[in-house]
């Protein structure tokens, strides 16, 4: 997981769509439900995004504050967070004494923000399935796949983390343990190195939008969403301010819940029903 993932903008990563009407609706929940009810609070982007992932889709929260900060109806800036990074915040326009909030949000963001810590989260994720799949049958078959079953991927540089196997199933399985969406570009690519080598897509996700969610069914596999950041051991008090202080679904479990690999051996069994003996 990339710093740029996490913590700037989405709109630099959005690819052209139409303005959607959801956008109004969007400008005015935002308006009323945080700059309205907290004028006195600071908030960034990818925040603001996370909060509202429940109603809308990040781009169409990111295009509600792009217009809203273009009308002038709420204060926003860009301010670096290193070198090669940087946040946007959005306030009230009530609030004159923003800068010590901002200044207070960024500090925390830096503090996992290294690059180190991004990654660990990443692998944190990784490894927490690869522990969580095989209690309930799937069993670990080989990672970082670009070649599976005399067949190879060469379209793109690509690898998927993991194949999985239950019942003779192969899933080709990516684990995005990220506040962000994986970007549509990865995700169609994702499918069609999982068409190539024959296997079935096991999307495993922080969160998706409902129309991934459709493509990927559609291309006969299933999302798993677990809605919670996963942090390492031992990050239990910064997950614990991160949610307190910013309201994003960061969590430091020792295991996965039980329920969550449930759901998708619960969907395994429907779609390849085996034989009774």
């Not at 923000?113 to 095989?134: C, I, S, W």
């Amino acid at each position: 997981m990339s710093i740029d993932d996490h913590f700037t903008d989405y709109e630099e990563q959005l690819e052209p769509r139409s303005r959607d009407k959801t956008v109004d609706e969007a400008k005015e929940v935002l308006l009323t439900s945080l700059f309205h009810e907290n004028p006195e609070e600071v908030y960034y982007g990818r925040q603001i995004e996370v909060i509202n992932e429940d109603r809308f889709f990040h781009w169409i929260t990111t295009k509600a504050l792009r217009e809203l900060s273009d009308e002038h109806r709420i204060k926003s800036l860009r301010s670096p967070l290193d070198n090669e990074t940087e946040v946007r915040f959005y306030w009230s326009k009530k609030n004159r004494y923003y800068r010590r909030k901002l200044n207070e949000i960024k500090k925390l963001i830096q503090e996992h923000a290294q690059a180190k810590f991004t990654r660990a989260v990443g692998d944190h994720g990784e490894m927490m399935f690869h522990a969580a799949l095989p209690k309930e049958g799937f069993m670990p078959k080989a990672t970082n796949v670009r070649e599976y079953g005399g067949k190879e991927w060469t379209e793109t540089g690509h690898d998927l983390d993991r194949v999985f196997e239950r019942d003779g199933i192969p899933y080709g399985t990516e684990i995005k343990n990220t506040m962000a969406y994986i970007p549509r570009s990865e995700l169609q690519i994702k499918l069609r190195m999982c068409a190539r080598l024959g296997l079935c897509p096991l999307l495993i996700l922080r969160y998706a939008p409902k129309s991934y969610i459709e493509q990927i069914r559609q291309a006969g596999g299933f999302t798993l969403i677990f809605k919670y950041q996963l942090l390492p051991h031992g990050f239990a008090d910064l997950a614990r301010r991160l949610r307190e202080r910013l309201r994003l679904p960061l969590d430091c479990p020792r295991a996965l819940s039980e329920g969550t690999i449930k759901r998708l051996l619960k969907w395994h069994q429907k779609t390849f029903p085996q034989p009774s003996h």
